[in-house]
């Protein structure tokens, strides 16, 4: 008795034939479905057709990880405005600034050659600003422009209260000595009722940032502070913010060398990179 696997040459044709075609159905059914994107299953298939070849995978390509500041919040404050010495009465408004007053804004401070420090501050936020946008942030500023004279502290502390803001960044230069030099981060000290809720991550947060200022080469400020970190109550901008807040004196614009990085772009540059860094490590930490 034949095995069953042993057919004759004459019953084995059919069968081959019949396959073939099968197989050329399938293939023929196949190619119809790509051509219409009834494969793919979605709105998207039509742009993977064009972008790729028959056959490919590339329309499953993984998608690339999301950005290390997606989804949050940097408000940035660039401190005072370039104008305000010709705005003297709207600046020197008394203004709440945690439970005692103070005037809406100060003058701020410049350099030997005259440059203000709010156009130094201006600056610094914008390129932070484009810095920390490439990471995925939403960066509001406290102002939209150099010119003029613009909001007032306690404005500016609360900046960053109704949009939920991860972190409240300051940006100032100090007017010291000329033989004193180097940058320091101010956190909020305890003043309760105003700073109690935001205390622990602004110090946090003063503390990334002092860290990559150092790495970046910078050196902690040489006559206030204690190893770049300094802590007060008397700052309408901090007291008044409900999410972490610091402010920094990027450096002293009577000493030279300080001068001499933050009117140049490519030491800003140095700056806003070591702040960026400092943001990415504060809200991933
Ligand atoms: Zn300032």
Not at 87 to 104: Q, S
Not at 183 to 209: E, K, N
Request: net charge negative; proline share 7%.
């Amino acid at each position: 008795m034949p095995r069953r696997h042993e057919l004759s040459a004459d019953r084995r044709r059919p069968l081959l034939l019949f396959a073939l075609g099968l197989v050329l159905v399938l293939v023929c059914a196949a190619l119809v479905i790509r051509a219409v994107g009834g494969g793919d299953g979605g709105p998207a298939s039509g742009r993977a057709i064009g972008a790729s070849a028959p056959g490919t995978e590339t329309d499953q390509a993984p998608s690339p990880p999301p950005l290390p500041l997606a989804g949050r919040t940097v408000v940035l404050d660039p401190g005072h405005n370039r104008d305000n010495a010709q705005h003297l009465a709207e600046i020197g408004r008394p203004v709440d600034a945690g439970g005692f007053e103070k005037a809406c804004n100060t003058t701020g401070t410049a350099t030997a050659d005259g440059l203000p420090e709010a156009t130094i501050n201006w600056k610094l936020a914008l390129a932070l600003q484009d810095r920390l946008e490439a990471l995925g942030a939403t960066v509001p500023l406290t102002r939209d422009a150099d010119a003029g004279w613009g909001p007032c502290i306690d404005e500016r502390g609360r900046a960053g209260n109704g949009v939920g803001a991860d972190l409240l960044l300051s940006l100032h230069a100090d007017g010291a000595a000329a033989g004193a030099h180097g940058f320091h981060v101010i956190q909020p000290g305890l003043l309760p009722g105003w700073t109690d809720d935001i205390q622990a991550d602004s110090a946090r947060a003063a503390l990334a940032v002092r860290d990559e200022l150092v790495a970046a080469g910078l050196s902690p400020a040489t006559y206030l502070g204690r190893d770049g970190i300094d802590e007060r109550t008397d700052l309408g901008t901090l007291n008044h913010s409900d999410v972490p807040a610091v402010m920094l004196e990027a450096g002293n614009l009577g000493n030279p060398a300080d001068a001499a990085l933050l009117t140049a772009p490519a030491g800003r540059g140095i700056v806003a990179d070591a702040l960026a860094e400092a943001v990415v490590a504060f809200v991933t930490e």
